[in-house]
């Protein structure tokens, strides 16, 4: 697959879940329980998912490519995401702290994970459109043949070497199990 295509395909279920995280703060807020295995599923997902794999690729390979070219607005966009990206493990950071303390202060969960959860939302929403509407577009017009190329195998070893083989699937059945509970 087109190196490209590939990360606006992965924006798919990361916006998926984005979904789930709201549905499941609305339970939160409405004194709802929630599963503790489902709150971790969707943890693990961001962080092997979003995190590792898709951001994993962006600063790995596709950002170092794309400085090469050394387009000052291109160079000054991956900053940027960049900085999103560390905000964003911040927020998922205190997520998993909420959740490992769920059992001791149910109130003081609640409001750490539903205020991290909002924000994070927030910013991916605003990331991947910023990537979809201005970084992707960029990186097809300004890569070449050949960097798209070694993209696309840089990709393919994060894949198998990195992620494992099998768990990428895994992960998209991770995001659908929730989808089924919560959407």
Not at 59 to 85: C, G, Q, S, T, Y
Not at 142 to 164: D, H, R, W, Y
């Amino acid at each position: 697959m087109h190196p490209i295509e590939d990360l606006t395909k992965e924006h798919g279920p990361i916006k998926l879940m984005l979904r789930i995280l709201e549905r499941i703060n609305e339970k939160i807020v409405n004194g709802e329980p929630i599963a503790t295995a489902d709150l971790n599923d969707g943890v693990t997902f961001i962080k092997e998912f979003a995190d590792k794999c898709h951001h994993g690729k962006e600063e790995a390979l596709l950002f170092p490519a794309m400085k090469k070219n050394n387009i000052r607005k291109e160079i000054e966009l991956i900053d940027i995401l960049v900085a999103e990206h560390a905000e964003g493990r911040g927020y998922v950071k205190n997520i998993v702290e909420a959740i490992s303390q769920k059992g001791d202060n149910l109130k003081n969960f609640a409001e750490v994970f539903v205020d991290n959860s909002k924000k994070y939302i927030t910013l991916l929403d605003q990331h991947i459109d910023k990537e979809n509407v201005i970084l992707f577009p960029e990186a097809n017009a300004s890569l070449s043949e050949a960097q798209l190329k070694e993209l696309a195998s840089g990709f393919e070893n994060v894949e198998k070497n990195i992620i494992g083989e099998k768990r990428h699937e895994e992960l998209y059945g991770i995001v659908h199990k929730l989808k089924a509970t919560y959407l």
